[in-house]
């Protein structure tokens, strides 16, 4: 109990009290269902299919930079936006087939809640999913889930983030970043807050160096120290 109370206290008397995560590949290893989704469209429209591996490379700027790359003729293929669409409603309805938080997260985001941290999500997968994983999976921890929608503009402009912390009654100086991938980390440059790069997600850690990662976490129980040390 007085642990408790003392990590709380804490919690409220130094600097970072916000944590703002990505989703896919961060908190969640969403890689199966996504290549499952983006291979239904693909052999729709007769193209080639795709591995794991090469949607892993693709994934991180949104389903139409993804299919940009996804589709042999990218946005020249005069279908784009109906291939888009198909993909679409094939990972409304299979989106939580393969999907799983990765482990230890849901430990963490409880620990970090029951610290006094407030806490949120932020993704360039568009709105509605983003919005039914977080309470599919890690209510009643997480609440604020901003995805990516013709009123606000995609990771890695800002807007994602500080839309969050207006939700969270947050500030710059009180927030910290956690992300898998390079967009991450200038999301969290443009933001103007920290970045912690787990290295467990979808790019590796010599990638995340070489695109600006400093602060790496390699295993979910890794944060709440690195989160210490920043205060």
């Given at each position: 109990m007085?642990e408790?109370?003392t990590?709380r206290?804490?919690?409220?008397?130094h600097?970072i009290?916000?944590?703002?995560?990505?989703?896919?590949?961060?908190?969640?290893?969403?890689?199966?269902?996504?290549?499952?989704?983006?291979?239904?469209?693909?052999?729709?429209?007769h193209?080639p299919?795709?591995?794991?591996?090469?949607?892993?490379?693709?994934?991180?700027n949104?389903?139409?930079?993804l299919f940009?790359?996804a589709?042999p003729?990218?946005?020249n293929?005069?279908?784009?936006?109906?291939?888009?669409?198909?993909?679409?409603?094939?990972?409304?309805?299979?989106?939580?087939?393969?999907?799983?938080?990765?482990p230890?997260i849901?430990?963490?985001l409880?620990?970090?809640?029951?610290?006094g941290?407030?806490?949120?999500?932020v993704s360039n997968?568009?709105?509605?999913?983003?919005?039914?994983?977080?309470?599919?999976?890690?209510?009643?921890?997480?609440t604020?889930?901003i995805?990516?929608?013709?009123?606000?503009?995609?990771?890695?402009?800002?807007?994602?983030?500080?839309?969050?912390?207006?939700?969270?009654?947050?500030?710059?100086?009180?927030?910290?970043y956690?992300?898998?991938?390079?967009?991450d980390?200038?999301?969290?440059?443009?933001?103007?807050?920290?970045c912690?790069?787990?290295t467990?997600?979808?790019?590796?850690?010599?990638?995340?160096?070489?695109?600006?990662?400093t602060?790496?976490?390699?295993?979910?129980?890794?944060i709440?120290?690195?989160?210490?040390?920043w205060?």
């Amino acid at each position: 109990m007085w642990e408790f109370i003392t990590r709380r206290y804490y919690i409220m008397t130094h600097k970072i009290d916000t944590v703002i995560f990505d989703l896919d590949g961060t908190l969640l290893n969403t890689l199966t269902d996504l290549t499952n989704s983006v291979n239904y469209a693909m052999e729709q429209y007769h193209f080639p299919t795709h591995s794991e591996d090469a949607v892993r490379r693709m994934v991180g700027n949104g389903i139409y930079v993804l299919f940009e790359q996804a589709i042999p003729d990218g946005r020249n293929f005069p279908e784009y936006d109906a291939c888009v669409k198909t993909f679409q409603e094939h990972y409304e309805a299979h989106k939580k087939d393969f999907t799983r938080p990765f482990p230890g997260i849901l430990e963490l985001l409880k620990q970090l809640s029951q610290d006094g941290y407030k806490l949120a999500i932020v993704s360039n997968k568009f709105d509605q999913a983003v919005k039914e994983l977080c309470k599919d999976f890690f209510t009643p921890y997480i609440t604020t889930a901003i995805g990516e929608s013709q009123s606000i503009a995609r990771k890695p402009a800002p807007d994602t983030v500080f839309e969050a912390m207006k939700e969270l009654g947050s500030t710059p100086d009180t927030c910290i970043y956690v992300g898998d991938s390079d967009v991450d980390i200038a999301t969290a440059k443009n933001s103007g807050i920290p970045c912690i790069s787990v290295t467990w997600g979808f790019r590796d850690q010599d990638f995340l160096i070489q695109h600006g990662g400093t602060h790496f976490a390699h295993h979910a129980d890794d944060i709440p120290t690195l989160l210490t040390n920043w205060n």
